[in-house]
């Protein structure tokens, strides 16, 4: 069993920048991020399979965040600039064993999520 752990999430401006850093207990092949804002569905954000490929970021983050892996520390980061009040969510890792996409059910692991709460 992978066990994620979150860290980064905070209040910030618009047009601030947060980084959102996710380390994962053991390998992972896809490592990524959904969010889920207050009274909606979680949706997917990014993310990044261990050959570096994966889908394109979610249209509404595209130019504006940024996810990265350190293969290493078996950590994930997502940098996330230029944020707007629309990008208030708990933020949540996700990583699976396999290549991975968009999907939900495609992630094994989960971690606790992590507030992110820009303000206007």
């Known amino acids: 069993q992978v066990q994620l752990v979150e860290s980064g999430g905070g209040l910030v401006q618009a047009g601030g920048s947060l980084r959102l850093s996710c380390a994962a207990s053991g390998r992972t092949y896809a490592m990524g991020w959904f969010r889920q804002a207050p009274g909606k569905e979680r949706e997917f954000v990014a993310t990044?399979?261990?050959?570096?490929?994966?889908?394109p970021y979610a249209d509404s983050v595209k130019g504006r965040f940024t996810i990265s892996r350190d293969y290493a520390k078996n950590t994930v980061v997502l940098q996330m600039n230029s944020l707007k009040p629309e990008d208030t969510a708990v933020y949540y890792c996700a990583a699976s064993p396999s290549y991975s996409g968009i999907e939900e059910n495609e992630y094994h692991y989960w971690g606790q999520g992590t507030q992110v709460t820009v303000s206007s």
């Open positions: 990044i399979n261990w050959n570096g490929s994966g889908p």
